[in-house]
């Protein structure tokens, strides 16, 4: 089976370039999630979909972070302009129904900012 | 203000020993506690889990011990071995799961 699948798995970008990471969840799975993760703050929970439905963005840092889910099988999250500070490892995870499921985390996408 | 801290960045443990992996939360809400693990280019897996009514879950060479007074949580892995090495988060749950900061933890012969 598959798992989430993201990409690109690498990504180094200039400052102020848009930075596009993609996600396609578990078939069958109702609820994705993006998590970002530094070592200061661990992992973080930026925003999550039920239904392809934005349930909860409070983690979003600022405008300059968006996020899609036009369909069940992808989601994209956004970052224009991008800055230095906005490198980290960026996790999609799905559950079948919510957050209180255990939640099948991607194999992330490693992002730079320069 | 991180509501799940693990205050252990890393970990060291010779291969066969217990390895003790510490976590503190501030919540008294949380109902539900999960640790994941995390080898390097991966993400995180599910590993174990309690529910806040327990004190205790044992899975294999994996236990996870809930203090709810002072508001703690320990894995336990007996015996360690070194495919164990990883990266392990503690997390908790009330409407959503909010993540430490990690543990690194490195088994060696």
């Known amino acids: 089976d598959a798992g989430v699948i993201q990409s690109p798995r690498h990504e180094v970008t200039e400052m102020g370039q848009e930075v596009t990471l993609r996600c396609k969840p578990i078939?069958?799975?109702?609820?994705l999630f993006w998590y970002r993760q530094t070592m200061m703050r661990g992992l973080e929970l930026l925003i999550y979909?039920?239904?392809?439905?934005?349930?909860?963005d409070s983690g979003m840092p600022e405008d300059r972070f968006s996020a899609k889910m036009p369909n069940a099988s992808f989601s994209t999250l956004k970052i224009q302009p991008s800055e230095p500070r906005d490198s980290a490892v960026y996790f999609c995870?799905?559950?079948?129904?919510?957050?209180?499921?255990?939640?099948?985390f991607g194999p992330g996408t490693r992002l730079l900012v320069l | 203000d991180q509501q799940v801290k693990q205050n252990s960045p890393s970990l060291s443990v010779q291969e066969g020993r217990i390895s003790i992996l510490n976590c503190d939360y501030t919540?008294?809400?949380?109902?539900?506690f999960l640790w994941y693990k995390k080898y390097p280019a991966e993400g995180p897996t599910f590993l174990i889990s309690?529910?806040?009514?327990?004190d205790k879950n044992e899975d294999g060479r994996f236990t996870v011990f809930l203090n709810k007074s002072a508001k703690h949580l320990s894995l336990h892995i007996v015996p360690s071995q070194p495919g164990d090495s990883a990266v392990y988060f503690c997390?908790?749950?009330?409407?959503?799961?909010?993540f430490g900061t990690g543990t690194r933890l490195q088994v060696f012969p």
């Open positions: 995870a799905s559950t079948r129904k919510g957050p209180q499921e255990t939640q099948y």
């Open positions: 078939s069958g799975h109702n609820s």
């Open positions: 979909f039920n239904n392809n439905v934005p349930i909860d």
């Open positions: 919540n008294s809400m949380f109902d539900y």
């Open positions: 309690i529910s806040s009514i327990k």
């Open positions: 997390a908790a749950y009330t409407d959503k799961l909010i």
